[in-house]
């Protein structure tokens, strides 16, 4: 099955900076994409997600590219804010099929 | 908006007993999910469903059962509960594409 790699496991940054995380997925097959926001103690919520047609995806302040090649796609955030602070899982998948989540990144956005 | 509800927020429970974990979805979804949430393992799939009495294994079925007698309702079942069953359980359910929408979980405690 697919298996999905998600690093970093935490990652601090200051009010305006960029944040990066970074997934590999393991399965050619997969074609979609997807980048989910938990807030603590909230549910997990679809933010931006991506197709294996399409390169990079831009969403205002976050972006999605994605590496068919090297299997793996990345989340951007740019001019961080502390509301941005969470827990971020990627996930892949065959459209349509259940979801293999990464192990999550915990940001951390200090004024 | 697309509801989500699982019967209880929290839940306690006596190892062996019989568990019971209710999910409602009220937007005609076709799939709907059952996830476990643990610190550092990220979202694991446990069972999911395609269609009324249908179900599949997910990444983690083995000491868990599932039922889907109507298209809205999905339960998550603990024949003999564990210590180790201890846990945040999300449901979820989606229409084709692939955007999960999440209930706002239950955290099971086994003593």
């Known amino acids: 099955g697919e298996n999905v790699e998600q690093h970093p496991s935490t990652l601090s940054v200051q009010e305006g900076d960029s944040a990066v995380i970074k997934c590999t997925y393991s399965?050619?097959?997969?074609?979609?994409f997807p980048w989910y926001k938990q807030e603590l103690g909230k549910r997990p919520q679809l933010i931006i997600d991506i197709r294996s047609n399409v390169g990079e995806k831009k969403d205002q302040r976050i972006a999605v590219t994605l590496n068919k090649t090297a299997k793996h796609f990345s989340l951007h955030i740019t001019e961080t804010q502390p509301e941005d602070s969470a827990v971020y899982f990627c996930a892949a998948s065959i459209v349509g099929y259940a979801l293999n989540f990464g192990k999550g990144t915990s940001l951390l956005v200090t004024p | 908006d697309v509801k989500v509800t699982q019967s209880s927020r929290y839940l306690v429970k006596r190892t062996g007993e019989k568990v019971f974990l209710e999910c409602v979805q009220d937007m005609d979804h076709e799939n709907m999910f059952w996830y476990r949430q643990d610190p550092g393992l990220g979202l694991r799939l446990i069972y999911f469903?395609?269609?009324?009495?249908?179900?599949e294994k997910g990444d983690i079925p083995e000491g868990y059962s599932v039922s889907r007698e109507k298209k809205e309702r999905f339960s998550l079942i603990l024949e003999s509960a564990s210590t180790n069953q201890t846990s945040m359980y999300l449901c979820a359910s989606s229409q084709g594409g692939g955007k999960l929408f999440f209930g706002s979980g239950t955290q099971l405690s086994v003593l």
């Open positions: 399965d050619s097959a997969s074609n979609y």
């Open positions: 469903s395609y269609d009324v009495k249908m179900k």
